[in-house]
C-alpha cells in the first residue's frame, strides 16, 4: 500500500469534526466512503502511518486525535 495524504487528511478531518471524542475504523471508513474508494484495510493502514506519526492514538478498537 501506498501512503495517500489527501486520506490521511480526510481521516484526521473526520476525526476533528465528530462530535464523538473518538471513532471506530468503521465509522471513519463509512464517513469517507463517498468521497474515497477504500477499504476498511486501506483506512486501517493510514490509521498505523498517523499513529506513527503521533497524529493519533488507538484506544483498543477506536481512534482518537492526539493533541
Not at 495517500?4 to 481521516?11: C, H, Q, R, S
Not at 464523538?20 to 474508494?37: C, G, N, R, T, Y
Not at 476498511?40 to 482518537?64: E, K, P, T
Request: hydrophobic share 45%; net charge negative; no cysteine.
Amino acid at each position: 500500500m501506498k501512503r495517500d495524504m489527501n486520506l490521511a487528511f480526510a481521516i484526521l478531518k473526520t476525526l476533528e469534526e465528530n462530535k464523538s471524542a473518538h471513532l471506530s475504523e468503521f465509522e471513519i471508513e463509512s464517513a469517507l466512503k463517498d468521497a474515497f474508494d477504500v477499504s476498511n484495510r486501506g483506512v486501517g493502514y493510514q490509521l498505523n502511518l498517523l499513529a506513527d506519526a503521533n497524529l493519533v492514538r488507538s484506544m483498543g478498537s477506536d481512534w482518537r486525535l492526539t493533541w
